[in-house]
């Protein structure tokens, strides 16, 4: 029960500080859960966000190139010279890690006339253009009408089998994650600005408290 409640408030209230030697931040990408540590007493006082992230580039086997991004309570970690301080983490927070894929640049036209390539060659539909609070809207309607119930129904009645169990958990967090990347896509830049962000950070929070829900069901406290 301890580890869950530090993991659910980033707080340190829950620590023994006098058997402490490290401070240690959950970070969860996918199904696994990596635990980086620093010097007692550094993340909330001197840790950046680029020691988290080249720390947990390290943890994840990947060059420190790479691109991920780092959430934590509805806020994107992607100032590399902030504090993790301003974030309020400290130790025992749990973050979220998503590791971008490279994606493959299209291959080149065939050869050939220009002018039989543009006469046989069909135009591509248009993309339909979606606003950010619809998008947020139908992120939030998806959750609520297809994931939550899958979730009740895992927290309910959790396969007694630990592999199928586990299975399980890795399914509904991955249909989570993919619908905070949709999130994480949303365009926060135009006249309401303000408005979309507000409404992506009460709603990425809610993935984030439906994760925990998931991970209290695969390893029971």
């Known amino acids: 029960m301890k580890r869950f409640l530090k993991s659910v408030t980033g707080s340190s209230l829950f620590d023994d500080d006098e058997s402490r030697t490290e401070d240690v931040v959950y970070v969860q990408?996918?199904?696994?859960?990596?635990?980086?540590?620093?010097p007692k007493g550094e993340v909330d006082t001197k840790t950046t966000v680029k020691d988290l992230r080249l720390s947990v580039l390290d943890?994840?086997?990947?060059?420190?190139?790479?691109s991920i991004?780092?959430?934590?309570?509805?806020?994107?970690l992607k100032d590399?010279?902030?504090?993790?301080?301003?974030?309020?983490v400290k130790h025992g927070a749990k973050i979220l890690c998503m590791a971008s894929k490279s994606k493959l640049a299209p291959?080149?036209?065939?050869s050939g006339s220009a002018g039989s390539s543009s006469r046989n060659t069909p135009e591509p539909p248009k993309k339909k253009i979606i606003p950010p609070m619809e998008?947020?809207?139908l992120v939030r309607k998806h959750i609520t009408g297809a994931v939550l119930p899958l979730v009740e129904a895992f927290e309910a009645n959790p396969p007694e089998d630990q592999a199928k169990r586990r299975d399980e958990h890795h399914r509904l967090s991955e249909t989570v994650l993919g619908e905070m990347?949709?999130?994480d896509s949303v365009d926060v830049d135009g006249d309401d600005g303000a408005e979309v962000r507000k409404k992506r950070k009460v709603m990425v929070k809610?993935?984030?408290?439906i994760l925990e829900r998931l991970d209290k069901v695969d390893k029971p406290v």
């Open 181 to 183: 990347l949709k999130l």
């Open 29 to 38: 990408q996918g199904a696994k859960t990596y635990s980086i540590n620093f």
């Open 135 to 137: 998008k947020i809207e």
């Open 80 to 88: 590399d010279a902030a504090l993790l301080k301003d974030f309020k």
């Open 206 to 209: 809610e993935l984030h408290a």
């Open 107 to 110: 291959p080149p036209s065939a």
């Open 69 to 76: 991004k780092l959430l934590f309570s509805g806020s994107h």
């Open 59 to 66: 943890a994840l086997g990947l060059s420190h190139e790479h």
